[in-house]
T-cell receptor, first 111, second 113 residues
Framework: KQEVTQIPAALSVPEGENLVLNCSFT??????LQWFRQDPGKGLTSLLL?????REQTSGRLNASLDKSSGRSTLYIAASQPGDSATYLC??????????FGAGTRLFVKA | NAGVTQTPKFQVLKTGQSMTLQCAQD?????MYWYRQDPGMGLRLIYY???????DKGEVPNGYNVSRLNKREFSLRLESAAPSQTSVYFC????????????FGQGTRLTVV
């Protein structure tokens, strides 16, 4: 059974710091991995989608990597800003059409 | 630029009452999903519809039913609500295929008392 774990559960950093969020999954047979952002009381916003054949994706200050063989993905946020404060979720698309989510990392960027 | 629209946004039910959560997408996506989100547990898949006319159980289907009314709409029904169904419910959609993004609605916050 596919399980997705995100570490740390919560993170507080000063503004301007570069940071890394971690995501691990137990079954390497995935089709893709997606990183989402969720603001309090809101829905999920897609940040980056990495297909199983790719190693990384970049969007602005965000860079996501994927290592299928080790079952790991990282989301790198450069020069963090208070507006980056949110919960970040990773999700893997495994067998069929089932997307399995991690519990998320709650990020707080202090001004 | 609506994307995925869910109604209602908030709902309070008494134990045993029934209700239907509505979801519609305007992106011509084939696949639609219903998730629930509980504190510390991430999102869990309740039901999904790979394409119009098909529905399948996800991880936590008990106590729920779904209808894929047409390509745009996918509803979730609670026949007899229980306090354990207090949660935030999200609808999502994606194109058919395994390398496509999922797009989410804003959620329905349901409380069962």
């Amino acid at each position: 059974k596919q399980e997705v774990t995100q570490i740390p559960a919560a993170l507080s950093v000063p503004e301007g710091e570069n940071l890394v969020l971690n995501c691990s999954f137990t079954d390497s047979a995935i089709y893709n991995l997606q990183w989402f952002r969720q603001d309090p009381g809101k829905g999920l916003t897609s940040l980056l989608l990495i297909q199983s054949s790719q190693r990384e994706q970049t969007s602005g200050r965000l860079n996501a990597s994927l290592d299928k063989s080790s079952g790991r993905s990282t989301l790198y946020i450069a020069a963090s800003q208070p507006g980056d404060s949110a919960t970040y979720l990773c999700a893997v698309l495994a067998g069929g059409f089932k997307t399995i989510f991690g519990a998320g990392t709650r990020l707080f960027v202090k001004a | 630029n609506a994307g995925v629209t869910q109604t209602p946004k908030f709902q309070v039910l008494k134990t045993g009452q029934s209700m239907t959560l509505q979801c519609a997408q305007d992106m011509n996506h084939n696949s639609m999903y219903w998730y629930r989100q509980d504190p510390g547990m991430g999102l869990r898949l309740i039901y999904y519809s790979a394409s119009e006319g098909t529905t399948d159980k996800g991880e936590v289907p008990n106590g729920y039913n779904v209808s894929r009314l047409n390509k745009r709409e996918f509803s979730l029904r609670l026949e007899s609500a229980a306090p354990s169904q207090t949660s935030v419910y999200f609808c999502a959609s994606s194109e058919e295929g395994k390398n496509t993004e999922a797009f989410f609605g804003q959620g329905t916050r349901l409380t069962v008392v």
